[in-house]
T-cell receptor, first 116, second 114 residues
Framework: GAVVSQHPSRVICKSGTSVKIECRSL??????MFWYRQFPKKSLMLMAT?????????EQGVEKDKFLINHASLTLSTLTVTSAHPEDSSFYIC????????????FGPGTRLTVT | AQSVTQPDIHITVSEGASLELRCNYS??????LFWYVQSPGQGLQLLLK??????LVQGIKGFEAEFKRSQSSFNLRKPSVHWSDAAEYFC????????????FGTGTRLQVFP
């Protein structure tokens, strides 16, 4: 089946620094990638949708300058949390879809970000 | 507004018992409904989905779900739970023909006792 990986699985960074999270589709080319944020005891919240080679479309309330998304190739998307603060600590999950796989979203295992 | 409600935060069942996880949705158009399972260290995995047709859908791992339009529900069921089913389960609703813009419920954590 379609596999999506994320790196790193866990990251701890200091307040004020930036951190990059990678999302890769390992065995298919993702026409669209999605980034979600998951709070404890909460549902997944869609942050943004990105298509390869295009600017990401951010959901209302998500700061695009804070959460930089790059979808440089059909197999790689990155989320950079800039000037991280403790309130950015969360579980970030990406997913990828490919129209010839029926547009189903395949999810990565997630990245736990802790900002100290 | 579009929303998904999973009323049960945590459910505990004995292995071999039957299971039903509840999901209610609020959606203006024809809903496209999904159930996902999330195990620690693994990505969300699609169990089943409903777009149209037969309101009882079969999924992987022995799960099934029934769409009831009159009750705005899409409950997930399994006749006999296995210890490996312990995980977090999410119901989601999507728009039109594809899975863009999924709206997730808050999840139900399933614990299975031997």
């Amino acid at each position: 089946g379609a596999v999506v990986s994320q790196h790193p699985s866990r990251v701890i960074c200091k307040s004020g620094t930036s951190v990059k999270i990678e999302c890769r589709s390992l065995d298919f080319q993702a026409t669209t990638m999605f980034w979600y944020r998951q709070f404890p005891k909460k549902s997944l919240m869609l942050m943004a949708t990105s298509n390869e080679g295009s600017k990401a479309t951010y959901e209302q309330g998500v700061e695009k300058d804070k959460f930089l998304i790059n979808h440089a190739s059909l197999t790689l998307s990155t989320l950079t949390v800039t000037s991280a603060h403790p309130e950015d600590s969360s579980f970030y999950i990406c997913s990828a879809s490919y129209r010839f796989l029926g547009d189903e979203q395949y999810f990565g295992p997630g990245t736990r970000l802790t900002v100290t | 507004a579009q929303s998904v409600t999973q009323p049960d935060i945590h459910i505990t069942v004995s292995e071999g018992a039957s299971l039903e996880l509840r999901c209610n949705y609020s959606y203006g158009a024809t809903p496209y409904l999904f159930w996902y399972v999330q195990s620690p260290g693994q990505g969300l995995q699609l169990l089943l989905k409903y777009f149209s047709g037969d309101t009882l859908v079969q999924g992987i791992k022995g799960f099934e779900a029934e769409f009831k339009r009159s009750q705005s529900s899409f409950n997930l069921r399994k006749p006999s739970v296995h210890w490996s089913d312990a995980a977090e389960y999410f119901c989601a609703v999507g728009a039109s023909y594809n899975t863009d813009k999924l709206i997730f419920g808050t999840g139900t954590r399933l614990q299975v006792f031997p």
